[in-house]
């Protein structure tokens, strides 16, 4: 009786498909609902013994291959996605439970059947989902952003919503914002393929579309995949240029591509963590070994001590970048990320290092043949500060750096970077004593030449971060030296000529002649150390003031005293009043005192 009931059914299903007209589809829909409705109880899809089996199998091939053979997209028609999506659901599940039975004849060769239709609606849900993303990816708003926000946070409209990036202004950027209605439909698919164990080509066409979106928004920051071979054969300047739209796009790409990227991932593929984990690595490994490699190509092109400004820039980059990829790279298949970005950031540090030891034997190879005229500044002197001065205002950085290789500091309570700086200084003033010594018998212009570079090192460390790094006890220590030159110089330098004014005053017998010949003397020792004191060099104005302040007060007292013993009558003897001698000695030093001319 059974049978006959179902016999009417399908009958009455041809009546009514007949008054629809001649669409063969639809009769084909209607009875493949019918046949597989519950008018007729059934456990399974293989109950009847094979007939149940192979007639579902082709109720199925008919439905699904409507689809599979259609020119157009699927999902540009709702209603035609959920159909396929129903008959693929149908079909998972058939196959699904015809496999434990699959070596009964009358099932072995229907399952065969069934996979091969189950692979070919897969291969097709491969197209629609690829045409989806490039679909939702061409229809986004696409809008312009710049590096204003870049501090902040990405933002989400709500929990159930794309991620969009906070607006920038100063460059072109497209970021990630798939339609939420794409990102379910690219859900669904999901759901179906990996029900049916395609999960890897699921991910695969993923990960590749989204790749190709990373790439474009590369190119639209100028982000260029340059080997090391292109960085050796360009300008510094170019290079420089690189580096400077690379420091941007390593910024985007860690705080609003790739973040972008990973709730996105989570929409697509939710669910399926494993999925996620996969399809989100895939889509940001080229991307991210891209920024990171470049960074490793700028330090190997880097290793002179003019680039380490830049090198430290880079250096800066992928050190921030690294907290954000800790937010983002956490899970198995991408953690392997985060310990590359560290693995560069310590390479770029190494060469950092190794700038500073480049540096320390330019002190070492920097052997002067000849004095520096009139006790001036060093050449090396100058460039050595200003290069540690200006190397310090990324003090916090370079502390890092040594501090990653050599540990926290001393025993003295030293920084790594303090320890390496007094050494250079002390590398830089051991040069500099043995330049001096090119004043051969010359005490007083060897002091001055130290008194010039060492004053010179004191105003270079003062109020800044170098002066922070060396510490006050530094400065306190080469003050002190300064003022020991600046007494030796003296001595040496004015000994003679104060000599000659020293009277015995326990003795009442002193000729007018006697003094005479003394006061002779001093002009002829005056006059040639102040002829070769003119042609000296103090390096600052505020250092030559001090100088010659110091000399005439003790010159002038002398001087003083000792032409009050002519008395009244010795105007026509002294050659110079107490006011020339001031101003003579006021004018030593010239090579810089340019203000007093």
Not at 47 to 71: C, E, F, N, P, W
Not at 203 to 211: F, Q, T
Not at 548 to 568: C, D, H, P, Q, W
Request: glycine content about 6%; proline content about 2%; hydrophobic content about 40%.
């Amino acid at each position: 009786m059974a049978e006959i009931a179902d016999e009417k059914l399908i009958a009455l299903a041809r009546q009514i498909a007949q008054t629809l007209g001649p669409n063969n589809s639809a009769t084909d829909d209607i009875l493949s609902i019918l046949s597989n409705s519950d008018a007729k109880p059934r456990e399974s899809f293989s109950d009847d013994g094979g007939g149940g089996v192979d007639h579902t199998l082709k109720s199925l091939d008919r439905r699904i291959s409507r689809y599979i053979s259609s020119a157009s997209s699927i999902w540009l028609n709702p209603r035609n996605s959920a159909s396929f999506l129903d008959a693929v659901d149908q079909l998972i599940a058939a196959v699904r439970e015809w496999n434990p039975i699959a070596d009964r004849d009358n099932i072995s060769t229907s399952l065969d059947r069934a996979e091969d239709l189950l692979q070919q609606s897969m291969y097709r849900l491969e197209d629609e989902f690829r045409a989806l993303i490039e679909r939702g990816w061409s229809t986004a708003d696409h809008s312009d952003y710049s590096d204003e926000d870049l501090d902040g946070d990405v933002s989400v409209d709500s929990v159930d919503s794309i991620p969009v990036a906070r607006p920038m202004t100063d460059y072109k950027l497209v970021v990630d914002a798939l339609p939420e209605r794409t990102a379910d439909d690219l859900n669904d698919i999901v759901k179906r393929m990996v029900a049916a164990g395609y999960m890897k080509e699921c991910s695969g066409v993923y990960s590749a579309c989204r790749r190709d979106f990373l790439e474009q928004s590369f190119s639209r920051l100028g982000l260029q995949k340059l080997t090391g071979d292109d960085l050796q054969s360009m300008k510094w300047s170019q290079v420089e240029d690189e580096i400077e739209k690379w420091s941007k796009g390593i910024t985007v790409a860690a705080q609003i591509l790739f973040p972008s990227e990973l709730r996105l991932c989570d929409r697509v593929f939710y669910g399926f963590p494993s999925a996620v984990d996969l399809s989100f690595a895939e889509v940001c490994r080229d991307s991210t070994f891209q920024l990171l490699n470049f960074a490793d190509e700028v330090a190997i092109v880097s290793r002179i001590p003019d680039r380490l400004f830049k090198l430290l820039d880079v250096y800066e980059a992928v050190r921030d970048s690294i907290a954000q990829f800790e937010l983002i790279f956490f899970r198995d298949h991408s953690f392997s990320l985060i310990d590359e970005a560290v693995a560069v950031r310590r390479r770029v540090g190494d060469v950092i290092r190794v700038i500073f030891l480049e540096l320390e034997n330019s002190i070492r190879r920097d052997v002067a043949k000849s004095a520096i005229p009139g006790g001036g500044l060093h050449p090396i002197n100058r460039y050595m500060m200003n290069y540690l001065r200006a190397a310090c205002s990324s003090r916090q950085t370079l502390e890092q750096v040594f501090e990653e290789s050599d540990g926290k500091g001393d025993e003295r309570g030293l920084s790594q970077l303090a320890i390496q700086l007094t050494w250079m200084m002390e590398l830089l003033e051991n040069n500099l004593e043995s330049k001096s010594k090119l004043y051969r018998g010359d005490t007083a212009l060897c002091c001055v030449f130290m008194i010039n570079n060492l004053s010179y090192m004191l105003q270079k460390v003062k109020d800044n971060e170098m002066g922070a790094v060396l510490g006050g006890n530094w400065i306190k220590k080469h003050a002190a030296k300064v003022k020991q030159y600046h007494v030796t110089y003296q001595k040496s330098s004015w000994s003679k000529v104060l000599d000659v004014l020293d009277v015995d005053n326990s003795s009442h017998g002193t000729t007018t002649k006697i003094l005479r010949e003394k006061l002779k003397l001093f002009n002829s020792h005056f006059e040639e150390t102040c002829k070769t004191q003119s042609t000296w060099v103090i390096f600052n104005e505020e250092l030559c003031e001090e100088f010659t302040v110091s000399v005439s007060e003790t010159v002038s007292e002398a001087y003083s005293g000792f032409i009050r013993r002519f008395g009244k009558h010795g105007d026509r003897h002294i050659k110079y009043s107490v006011e020339d001698i001031e101003a003579l000695i006021d004018d030593l030093f010239r090579g810089m005192c340019s203000g007093k001319r």
